[in-house]
């Protein structure tokens, strides 16, 4: 045999997508919004492609008409679904900041605001930020606006007695104290010396220990902590701030009924989109006609699009399906009844790769009697139970917040005793995954949720 080179013909398997395969993945892939926006794109560059009924999205991104309406009717399907939340009924604030402070800087006797004051005040409350926080030093002020210091300190002074309390703060600490000097309570010197002097001990160190540190009754220190917490450290956040307010929009709905867990796309989600019937005529013209093989072509690829779109919309709601009965007791029951579940499990229940299953879970969510949750929340972990079974670490989280707020304030439960409370129920955890899981779901350790 003799070596050398040469250029030979060798047959080989490669896997090809199909530009429909293709794009259908790419569309699974996206989240709701990105759907939205990907939709409003294909329509602005393909005439031959058309909102069913002459609607569209207003451009996409940055006001959005169809994403509000959207939003709105997520919310109107929420409030339905958990009329009872008070939260859900809540009025949104829509006046921004500036135009709050405005307000009231225009009803100010001119005598309180003497020139440069109303110049320096408008500049001020232009650069807080959303908290309502000064964004700037008064040296970095008077710079910027060619005048004395002290006619900017005058002007924050008039800033600070506006509402909302505690606005045009320059830190946690002034905000703060801004705020209680207009409480009358007999526990304000000490709440002020705790902002003062301590506030960086007050969610570290335990109750008893802060109260020797001072020297001051246990029961005195409780209620100045009871007035601190009572404070609002970002007092500009419930004010309305420009831009396109985001929202969640379900791409489908789960509602337990007594036969099972019906699961259908929500509209808001899923535009109606049409072919063209103004331009279909065109595509009898005689094939050498340019007019012809463009819209041709463009009808084509609108064809291609609205399928990939439809196979998307039947993957996530099998996939959805699948959830629903596999989590119903989740559904019917809240965060107690999830039940450990992974994407191969349905992946394998569904006949499609694990892949697939994520892509069509990733960023999508899903109206349940609890809330819009993301469908990828439906799977989770599990830990061994005595009866061999095993329970999702939600479950296990919810069974802690549980035991934790039925707790005695004045005797609270240490990560080893929930650990054996759980233990009881037939629940095999360590101390360590208990403590992880508190601090999972936000709740301070024992030593601070003790109260007197």
Not at 215 to 229: D, G, H, S, V
Not at 276 to 286: F, G, K, V
């Amino acid at each position: 045999m003799r070596s050398g080179y040469g250029m030979f013909q060798q047959p080989s398997a490669k896997l090809r997508l199909s530009p429909y395969m293709r794009q259908t993945i790419t569309l699974l892939k996206l989240s709701t919004l990105e759907l939205l926006e990907a939709i409003q794109q294909e329509v602005n560059k393909n005439p031959v492609l058309d909102y069913a009924g002459g609607g569209d999205f207003g451009g996409l991104p940055g006001g959005s008409r169809a994403l509000r309406r959207a939003g709105r009717d997520s919310a109107a399907a929420t409030a339905g679904a958990n009329a009872a939340d008070p939260l859900l009924h809540t009025a949104a604030n829509d006046r921004s900041l500036e135009r709050h402070l405005s307000e009231q800087l225009s009803l100010l006797p001119q005598a309180e605001l003497p020139p440069p004051l109303p110049r320096i005040l408008r500049f001020l409350i232009g650069s807080l930020d959303e908290s309502g926080y000064l964004t700037l030093s008064v040296q970095e002020a008077a710079s910027l606006l060619r005048t004395a210091q002290e006619a900017v300190e005058a002007a924050l002074a008039v800033l600070h007695k506006l509402d909302p309390p505690g606005v045009g703060a320059r830190s946690l600490q002034e905000c703060l104290l801004l705020q209680l000097s207009e409480v009358q309570e007999r526990s304000r010197p000490l709440a002020a010396e705790l902002i003062r002097c301590h506030l960086a001990d007050i969610g570290k160190r335990p109750l008893p220990m802060l109260a020797a540190r001072l020297r001051t009754p246990p029961q005195e220190l409780q209620t100045a902590l009871n007035e601190i917490k009572r404070l609002h450290p970002r007092p500009g956040a419930r004010f309305h701030h420009a831009g396109l307010t985001p929202y969640i929009v379900p791409e489908v709905i789960l509602e337990p009924h007594d036969a099972g867990i019906a699961v259908y796309a929500c509209p808001a989600a899923w535009p109606r989109l049409s072919l063209s019937r103004d331009y279909e005529r065109l595509l009898h013209a005689p094939a050498h006609d340019e007019a012809g093989a463009f819209v041709q072509g463009k009808w084509n690829t609108a064809r291609l699009f609205l399928r990939s779109l439809e196979q998307r919309r039947d993957t996530i709601l099998r996939v959805a399906r699948a959830l629903a009965e596999e989590q119903a007791d989740y559904l019917r029951q809240g965060p107690a009844g999830l039940k450990p579940l992974t994407l191969r499990e349905i992946a394998d229940r569904l006949g499609l790769h694990e892949s697939t299953v994520s892509r069509a879970v990733s960023g999508k969510y899903a109206q349940t009697p609890w809330g819009v949750k993301e469908l990828k929340s439906f799977f989770a972990s599990g830990l061994q139970t005595d009866v061999g079974d095993t329970a999702s670490s939600a479950s296990v989280k919810a069974q802690i917040q549980t035991r934790i707020l039925e707790e005695n304030y004045a005797f609270p439960y240490s990560d080893q005793q929930l650990a054996e409370l759980l233990r009881q129920e037939g629940i095999r955890i360590s101390r360590r995954t208990v403590a992880k899981y508190r601090e999972e779901l936000g709740i301070p350790p024992s030593t601070l949720r003790r109260r007197l």
